[in-house]
């Protein structure tokens, strides 16, 4: 999210009618992660949005989610450039089930493979298990990797691991620093 595509969760805050900060104190402190290392349900994962448990929508919650999924500016013809150059692009992504709405929406697959999705291996960024587990997956040595986020935190973790990162602004500094490493 806020790499490759917008994510959704700046809606959240008007959709419950409240402050960002408010929705933060709000809401169960674990309940996303937990949904993010598959160690819940959609189900579970809603029903547990907020620590006291309230009920709302969340079929309007899911909506609100899949409408926001949309590319960032700028990133798709990037993506677009550097499957024509025949770079392989993997995901390295803390995310839940969610992943596949993103699929069904933009079809990201035709640059970048779902190669690890914290839902599926319960090990998130930046624990350096996320790093190795997603180069394995990809059959890529992870000093040859090349890690793009948007989280400098994230960054750090990949550099800790042994990968190469790069801390995404945007598409335009993105392309400038593929350029400078050769890639594109």
């Not at 350096?128 to 890690?147: L, T």
């Amino acid at each position: 999210m806020d790499t490759i595509v917008h994510d959704p969760f700046r809606g959240l805050p008007a959709f419950f009618d409240m402050s960002l900060p408010e929705l933060l104190r709000q809401k169960h402190p674990s309940a996303w992660v937990e949904f993010e290392r598959g160690e819940c349900t959609e189900s579970e994962f809603l029903a547990n949005f907020f620590s006291d448990r309230r009920v709302y929508d969340h079929k309007g919650m899911l909506a609100l989610m899949r409408e926001g999924y949309r590319w960032l500016d700028g990133m798709e013809p990037l993506l677009q450039d550097l499957a024509a150059q025949g770079v392989p692009m993997h995901t390295l992504s803390n995310y839940p089930v969610w992943w596949k709405m993103i699929e069904e929406k933009l079809n990201l697959s035709r640059y970048v493979s779902w190669t690890f999705v914290s839902c599926d291996h319960g090990v998130r960024k930046p624990q350096p298990q996320a790093y190795e587990c997603a180069a394995r997956a990809a059959s890529v040595n992870i000093k040859h990797g090349v890690f793009v986020d948007d989280r400098a935190s994230n960054c750090e973790g990949a550099r800790v691991a042994g990968m190469q990162a790069i801390h995404f602004e945007n598409a335009a500094q993105l392309r400038q620093e593929l350029q400078r490493l050769e890639i594109l």
